[in-house]
């Protein structure tokens, strides 16, 4: 397809531009989506203030950002559209992280552990745009009854799924969430979905924890805030009044302070499992008290990216089980983008998730 479209392309730390140009030409294995709606990631935040590298090949602009993303088919190229797969106006989300397909770690299905990926959004141009490009490969098609907006954030959901799948929850069990934002809030509802007796989120302020109540939580905690009704001083202590008297059987970190992920350690008992899923950084350490997890039988596990739940996440949004519409808290235009980004970092306003509504009709 030729013609033109309007970015707002990030070109460098605290600079983006609204402009128009090129629509992406596809290859005979991509597809051309006309943008729908974005959701806006901690992690373009993180892009948007240099505090961290773009997977570019110098770590730098310019690139459109926006790897969280709904849209429709727009044109197809020759083997996409041999496949019979797709057709003109469908609904679809793209898993942006593209992975080779040929390497050792692709051969065993650990498709997150691939070291060939093409990303978008963070490697190649983005959805904070009119129109973007994928591969086939990695194009999926959704029931139309769901929003594009919710579908722009299947993928953080996806993540969420992920780590929710490995910190296998079985029925009735109690679970500790640790954070508040979009992914502990989807989270939340999940554990709900996957069969956890009692959810008790944890985290710093009431507007969040407002929100997990919302969601499902049975219980939250205040880790920090001395003037909330939430507030309990010692986490562990108050998690055995919630639960008769046991620690919990399994905790899940959405959060990236390590403080959480020490404290997710306490509150677990024998036999437990603990899933870290946070924005670590590239200094963080942990203190495992190690005799104590041998005796108790811990296990430690790490969740990245969102290998092979694509279609279970469509069907638990479709089914209603997950519910993002109290996810997103703040909607901004194309135009508006870098104003969005801005304010998820720099608003007092209490906010969750941010969805850039590129095309409203
Ligand atoms: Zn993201
Ligand atoms: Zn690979």
């Known amino acids: 397809m030729t013609g033109k479209m309007k970015v707002n392309r990030f070109i460098e730390p605290l600079k983006m531009v609204y402009q128009e140009e090129d629509i992406p030409q596809i290859g005979a294995n991509e597809v051309l989506i ?8 901690g992690s373009d935040v993180v892009y948007y203030y240099g505090e961290t590298p773009l997977d570019t090949p110098d770590g730098k602009g310019p690139l459109i950002l926006g790897h969280e993303f709904s849209g429709v088919v727009a044109e197809l190229g020759e083997m996409a559209k041999n496949l ?17 397909n040929a390497c050792p770690a692709c051969m065993r299905g650990e498709f997150n552990a691939c070291s060939h990926v093409e990303v978008v959004g963070t490697m190649v141009d983005g959805a904070m745009a009119e129109y973007v490009k994928a591969k086939y490969t990695h194009v999926y098609k959704i029931p139309e009854s769901i929003a594009f907006a919710h579908a722009a954030i299947s993928e953080p959901l996806a993540c969420a799924t992920h780590a929710v799948d490995r910190l296998d929850i079985q029925p009735g069990q109690t679970v500790v ?39 499902g939580a049975d219980y939250v905690i205040n880790n920090t805030d001395t003037s909330s009704s939430y507030y309990a001083e010692n986490v562990a202590a108050r998690v ?25 350690i306490n509150v677990t008992g024998a036999c437990s499992t603990i899933v870290y899923f946070g924005q670590a950084g590239p200094d963080d350490l942990l203190q495992v008290p190690v005799l104590d997890c041998l005796k108790a039988e811990k296990t430690l596990k790490f969740s990245w990216l969102a290998p092979l739940v694509w279609d279970k996440v469509f069907k638990l949004v479709d089914s209603g089980q997950v519910d993002l519409s109290k996810i ?13 980004i801005r304010f998820m970092r720099e608003s007092a306003e209490p906010k969750v998730k941010g969805v850039i509504i590129v095309d409203p009709d």
């Open 34 to 41: 006309k943008v729908k709606a974005t959701g806006i990631c």
């Open 84 to 100: 019979g797969l797709f057709e003109i106006g469908d609904h679809v989300v793209v898993n942006p992280v593209q992975q080779c």
């Open 177 to 215: 969430i640790y954070g508040v934002g979009g992914i502990g809030l989807m989270m939340t509802q999940l554990c709900k979905a996957y069969g956890a007796g009692k959810v008790i989120v944890v985290a710093r302020k009431d507007f969040g924890l407002g929100k997990a109540l919302e969601g």
């Open 240 to 264: 055995k009044e919630l639960n008769g008297g046991e620690l919990a059987q399994r905790a899940i970190l959405a959060t990236g302070a390590m403080q959480a992920l020490q404290d997710a």
């Open 328 to 340: 997103i808290t703040h909607e901004f235009s194309l135009e508006d983008a870098e104003k969005g």
